[in-house]
């Protein structure tokens, strides 16, 4: 009778089903375990017991969680911050050549009056019969303005010194803070990726950026001053998301001129992450003599040194934006 006791007590606890043991921290599988264990609860009683058990065994299984969709394109990502020289206009020529070799079609748009998106891939201002000046101030079509670049699937619609004096044409013009976004409509399906260089301002001419984009991509330098003025920029977001394009959000954050060399980088690296967490893209641009050297050129960097560090940064730079989005088919 010993005996048989010892063999009875262990089988005790197995009266009760054994999910009931799976710990509660995990929020996302409790709603599947409480369904599966309804099903087995309610497997007929005439079922095979090796089937009970494997069907037991299917239920109480975590699910493999499913992988996020890729994004729709097109997409129209304005590159934002109202601080110079943090890298935008270079965010913006080296990240359109790296997404158009992973066979996009990308145009970037320069909406800074100094143009150096424009000269950076290459194109002579001086020679120019129109530029987004017209588009914005003269309703000409933008298709009339795009120009093709030395790399394949990169396009551009130039900016030229007129820009300068169209925050003040603006001003009395109707609906002045859209015109840039109906420009973009009618040009959509000819492109997979919009990539607007904004200005170093938070004028009429940003305004159109963002109102014309669904998404913002806001480099940030690893220095202290580059904090500074973020928060300024996300007021400017919101405000634009409230009363001119629900649909905007700041869905992405690139560190640049990462020297990681100095505790500072470090510092102002990990404050970025801690405060907007997985927007943060993975890949920082590192501080480099090459990446300054290429726009003297009209070369994006992945023409001017394919192998260089800044090349490789924003080759995966590019494959964080694009998400795995397919191409579409013409």
């Known amino acids: 009778m010993l005996h048989v006791e010892q063999r009875e007590a262990p089988m005790t606890p197995v009266a009760g089903p054994s999910v009931t043991l799976i710990p509660q921290p995990v929020p996302d599988l ?4 409480s369904d599966s264990t309804a099903t087995t609860v309610a497997e007929p ?4 017991p090796a089937e009970q058990g494997r069907r037991s065994e299917e239920a109480v299984r975590p699910t493999r969680p499913t992988r996020p969709l890729p994004p729709q394109l097109p997409r129209v990502l304005a590159v934002a911050n109202q601080k110079g020289g943090v890298g935008k206009t270079t965010t913006a020529v080296n990240l359109g050549a790296a997404l158009a070799e992973m066979g996009y079609r990308i145009l970037v748009i320069d909406l800074d009056p100094q143009g150096n998106a424009t000269t950076g891939l290459g194109i002579n201002p001086r020679n ?6 017209d588009v914005l101030l003269r309703d000409t079509p933008l298709d009339d303005c795009i120009e093709p670049t030395s790399v394949r699937g990169l396009f551009v619609c130039p900016a030229t010194i007129d820009l300068a004096g169209a925050e003040i044409e603006l001003v009395p013009a109707f609906s002045r803070e859209l015109k840039l976004r109906r420009a973009l409509d009618t040009v959509l399906d000819d492109f997979d990726f919009f990539l607007v260089d ?4 938070l004028g009429l001419i940003t305004v159109n950026g963002l109102a014309a984009a669904s998404e913002v991509i806001v480099p940030i330098q690893c220095e202290y001053y580059a904090l500074e003025g973020l928060g300024q920029l996300l007021r400017n977001v919101n405000l634009v998301q409230a009363n001119l394009n629900p649909r905007l959000e700041v869905t992405t954050i690139i560190l640049t001129m990462f020297d990681a060399r100095t505790k500072l980088a470090d510092q102002v690296a990990s404050e970025v992450r801690a405060h907007f967490g997985t927007k943060v893209c993975r890949n920082v641009v590192p501080r480099s003599v090459r990446l300054s050297e290429a726009p003297s050129y009209g070369q994006p960097i992945t023409v001017f040194d394919p ?6 940064a924003y080759r995966e730079l590019a494959k964080e934006v694009s998400g795995g989005a397919p191409q579409r088919v013409r």
Do not use: K, N, Q
């Open 30 to 33: 409790a709603p599947a375990i």
């Open 45 to 48: 009683a005439d079922a095979p």
């Open 128 to 133: 120019l019969e129109s530029s987004i000046y």
């Open 198 to 201: 904004c200005p170093p301002s």
């Open 307 to 312: 192998t260089s560090r800044g090349a490789i």
